[in-house]
């Protein structure tokens, strides 16, 4: 039988993912779906399972690198309503996997909560960040996390305490289940402090990232107390380019995608940056973009 005749929910085949990744690079996703509500998901994550085929969630694309061939199975956004809802209950925050942080920083100024405000200019979605452990200088949204909601590669839903999600520098102990929910703990505070804090990481972000490049971010994780940015601008790499992927002339760290680039290009650059700062400081950077082939 078909997919077409089988498949639990709506889907398309064939979406260039280059669309929906902040790189603006990437092949085309087998098949594409936004499950409408939880029961969807869970639908298609058993049918997935049960004809083995990979299922792979995308947030706001803004840590991937997708290769130019694409990548096989479905590719799942969590856009609908029911995974991006925000509420404040007590002290604390509940935000849907799929809600930008953009929305959820927003969310927290407006209802006097502080301890969010590191992540404006971050633009991810609340499961991307959460599952990368994203932050910024010292703080992650791990130390703000509560509980997460996840969903296993059965359908089964359950409930993961801070304690036992193992958050550390860029990472987490969810790369294998899908994130639905995250419960953060805040602190009261005047909004407009808050938003003269937001003001001030908008400030910093400005001057060391600059703005309108297509890029994933920080391409490489910090060595240990090192900045991979120092090593690779030591390295005298920025303004190096493979094809159209250069190295940011302002945050070495950043590769950014001038033009038309293509993930080989990409791929090509890290590499030589690896083996630079390698060779000249004896240091293996680790990628923190994910790479999906
Ligand atoms: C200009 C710029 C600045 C940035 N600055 C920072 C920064 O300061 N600090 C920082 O940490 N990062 C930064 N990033 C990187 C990126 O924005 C963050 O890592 C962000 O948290 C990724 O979220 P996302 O929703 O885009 O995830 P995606 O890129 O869509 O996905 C990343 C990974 O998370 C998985 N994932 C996403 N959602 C879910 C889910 N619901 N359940 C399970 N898995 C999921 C994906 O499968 C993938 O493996 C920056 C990026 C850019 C482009």
């Not at 089964?156 to 036992?164: G, R, T, V």
């Not at 038309?260 to 700062?277: C, F, G, H």
Request: charged share 20%.
């Amino acid at each position: 039988m078909s997919l077409q005749q089988n498949c639990p929910v709506p889907y398309k085949k064939k979406v260039r993912l280059s669309r929906h990744t902040t790189f603006g690079i990437g092949g085309p996703a087998q098949f594409w779906a936004e499950p409408g509500d939880v029961s969807a998901l869970s639908d298609l994550v058993r049918w997935c399972r049960t004809r083995r085929m990979r299922i792979r969630v995308i947030g706001a694309g803004s840590n991937i690198l997708v290769a130019d061939r694409g990548v096989k199975g479905f590719v799942v956004k969590l856009n609908a309503p029911c995974f991006c809802g925000i509420a404040r209950v007590n002290g604390r925050v509940i935000a849907g996997a799929g809600a930008p942080l953009a929305r959820l920083i927003a969310f927290c100024a407006g209802a006097g909560l502080s301890g969010a405000e590191f992540l404006h200019g971050i633009p991810g979605t609340v499961g991307g960040a959460v599952v990368g452990n994203a932050g910024s200088g010292t703080l992650s949204i791990g130390d703000l996390v509560e509980f997460v909601v996840v969903m296993d590669y059965n359908g089964k839903i359950s409930k993961l305490e801070a304690k036992d999600i193992g958050f550390s520098y860029r990472r987490s102990g969810l790369d294998n289940v899908i994130v639905l929910q995250a419960c953060m703990r805040l602190s009261v505070c005047a909004p407009s402090v808050i938003r003269r804090r937001i003001a001030q990481y908008a400030r910093m972000r400005r001057l060391t990232q600059g703005s309108g490049w297509r890029s994933a971010g920080c391409c490489f994780k910090n060595p240990g107390s090192e900045s991979a940015g120092r090593l690779i601008d030591a390295c005298g790499l920025k303004g190096s380019r493979c094809g159209r992927a250069v190295v940011s002339r302002i945050h070495a760290n950043f590769i950014l995608n001038d033009g038309r680039a293509a993930a080989s290009d990409v791929r090509r650059l890290m590499r030589r940056i690896t083996s630079a700062v390698k060779k000249k400081f004896g240091i293996r950077l680790e990628p923190e973009i994910r790479i999906w082939q």
